[in-house]
């Protein structure tokens, strides 16, 4: 079970993205799918989940928007309004349980966000 993610780069203060992650391999079934991020000399930090129903760091609330498609076991996450401060590494994770293992948590590559002008 591989996780990709895609969709960063630079944007000027103010502008939009959308990130992509695409679960692949003998995948049973998928739980919670989510979205992290690590700035420069910070710790890693949630900032959206989703399982019935999407959850958000406080700090972006209103700006971002965590979907999935299940037909594609693929997470989205739309960025709205970005800010300097959401320059990070952004990592989705997932919950999953590949066919005949155990339940594991799975990670991305990471990819980088700069908001900058």
């Known amino acids: 079970v591989q996780l990709q993610a895609s969709g960063g780069g630079l944007v000027q203060p103010g502008g939009s993205l959308r990130l992509s992650c695409a679960a692949s391999?003998?995948?049973?079934?998928?739980?919670?799918m989510g979205w992290y991020r690590q700035a420069p000399g910070k710790q890693r930090e949630l900032v959206a989940l989703?399982?019935?129903?999407?959850r958000y760091a406080d700090s972006v609330k209103g700006r971002f928007t965590i979907s999935r498609d299940n037909t594609k076991n693929t997470v989205y996450l739309q960025m709205n309004s970005l800010k300097p401060e959401d320059t990070a590494v952004y990592y989705c994770?997932?919950?999953?349980?590949?066919?005949?293992?155990?339940?594991?948590?799975?990670w991305g590559q990471g990819t980088l966000v700069t908001v900058s002008s």
């Open positions: 391999g003998s995948i049973l079934s998928i739980n919670a």
């Open positions: 994770n997932a919950d999953i349980i590949p066919r005949g293992f155990r339940r594991n948590d799975y």
């Open positions: 989703i399982t019935s129903g999407p």
